[in-house]
């Protein structure tokens, strides 16, 4: 494979940048708060998330999780000492990692208790449990 020559480099930043002008928001900035990253965008939203749905940050320490940096593209953010980057598309649409990450959240989310929970299967039962599976013919 070929090597990029410098101005080859420099014409794909710049067509990158101008289709991500067209796509998807821009970050202007971005923080570790107490747990969970607020994000600041270009068109004056602020989008937070909590460090722990973030595939790769449930259990890094403080200091680590408070070196997020933005990327010159702005689509992104990273955190170079974890060796993690997330798309902030991919953010706001509820996707915090890789399709495996997203499962396990699943099951934990269905692991849950609550009192509301409770109630809700207690009535379940009464109706007759929940409805037997059908054996495939």
């Not at 923080?31 to 998330?49: C, M, S």
């Not at 200091?63 to 010159?72: C, D, G, N, S, T």
């Not at 299967?121 to 599976?133: A, F, I, L, S, Y």
């Amino acid at each position: 494979m070929a090597k990029l020559t410098e101005a080859e480099i420099r014409d794909q930043v710049e067509k990158a940048r101008q289709a991500q002008a067209t796509f998807g928001p821009k970050i202007e900035s971005a923080r570790y708060d107490a747990g969970r990253v607020v994000i600041d965008l270009e068109n004056g939203t602020t989008f937070v998330v909590p460090t722990a749905l973030i595939e790769g940050l449930q259990d890094a320490p403080e200091a680590a999780l408070k070196a997020v940096e933005v990327p010159e593209l702005q689509d992104g953010l990273e955190w170079p000492t974890l060796d993690v980057q997330v798309g902030i598309s991919g953010l706001m649409a509820g996707v915090f990692g890789s399709g495996r990450w997203m499962s396990e959240l699943g099951r934990a989310g269905g692991r849950k208790t609550s009192a509301a929970k409770a109630v809700a299967v207690r009535e379940n039962g009464r109706k007759g449990g929940r409805p037997r599976k059908l054996k495939a013919e």
